[in-house]
């Protein structure tokens, strides 16, 4: 394979830039750069870098040798510690780009290679390519598991056991003349239900998704409830725009902010109410739509024009809560209901702290492996519904030949999600949207 090179860390003007090398001829770009043959691994030396046609003086820089397979990739790596300007980077990037043999990595191609040397699996590398983007702890506690390798060993267990019910199940086809145990093929019958429960219960938790791709929250309500300025101050600024003037609010508008480790995006929607114009009413309709959507609501009513039926579509994990409390102190509204004021700034320390600790409780960090991505749900909904058919046919006393058929889409298919099979068809959907240089 040629040997490939990019900058490991994101370009601009820093203390320290890193260039990674990989490939079998990594460690001659030490010989041409500095005119000394690589030293020991896993041992820093300092280098001066020069052009390898001009002689220039590029750099001074601290250089690391990884021999393979005992590197990131599995291959010869080198890595070299630069000056952070960007003329440094740059020249030294042109100086590499002048080896013969040598080329610019693709986007995720390290961590490709490393796939493909056996360092880890396909959802490692995903946990990896999650740890890099990860804006919150708990999104960075989430990937750290799957980078470790949790949710591959889980689907590796499972794919274990659906690959030795069906050797049971080809065993009755394969050696039907043989002294074998009577009805082999529906032995397995229990195994299986229980491993389709299992993955069922497994595929209904959707905390890894919300977690990687963040919490939605609606704020729902009828016009000048105070539902923009509540949004305002639960994201800490200016994000939307608000005014006395009753459907100000005509689509739904998202701000992204951390609540309690947890990534959330809060949406502002347009005042629900009857009689509005044409174009206030599609807002509506995209309220309605988003209300239904989110994870969370917090319905918001305004204490001087509420009515008794205020809050009868919130559901048991939604937050209710009366505003403009100021214009209304006397008034008690219930266990269950948040008293605030955005203006006076009344009672919203303990709305954010309720809000945050309702989010922990629904989709608050676990332990156990979880599904973060839409790739790893596709198959194991394959995975579970050839399991299925599989189960159908065993009950009834089917044909052998298609149950063993089922059994090897679903081992197949959960065996895709750490690229045991198929692997070549994942390579560029998984490794797409990595970054240079990883």
Known sequence: METIFAPATARGRGGVAVIRISGQEAYRALTVLSGQAAGAARVAELRTLRDPESQAVLDQALVLCFEGPHSFTGEDVVELHLHGGLAVVDSVVEGLGKIAGFRFAEAGEFSRRAVENGKFDLSAAEGIADLIEAETSAQQAQALRQMAGSFGQLCDDWRDQLV??????????????????????????????????EMSRFLADKRGERIRDGIFVAVVGPPNAGKSSLVNSLARRDAVIVSDEAGTTRDVVEVRLKMGGLPVTICDTAGLREGAGAVEQEGIKRARQTADDADLRVWLQSANEISSDAFEEAGVNDLKVVNKVDLAPEVHWGRDVFSVSVVTGAGLAELEEALALRLENLFGRTEEPVITRARHRKELDACVAALRGALDLLRVGGETALIAEELRHAARAVGRITGLVDVEELLDVVFRDFCIGK
Do not use: C, H, K, M
Request: charged share 30%.
């Open 164 to 197: 030795r019910a069906l050797a049971y199940v080809e065993a009755e086809i394969d050696f039907a003349d043989e002294d074998l145990p009577d009805d082999l093929a529906a032995s397995v019958l229990p195994g299986l239900e229980s491993l389709t429960e």
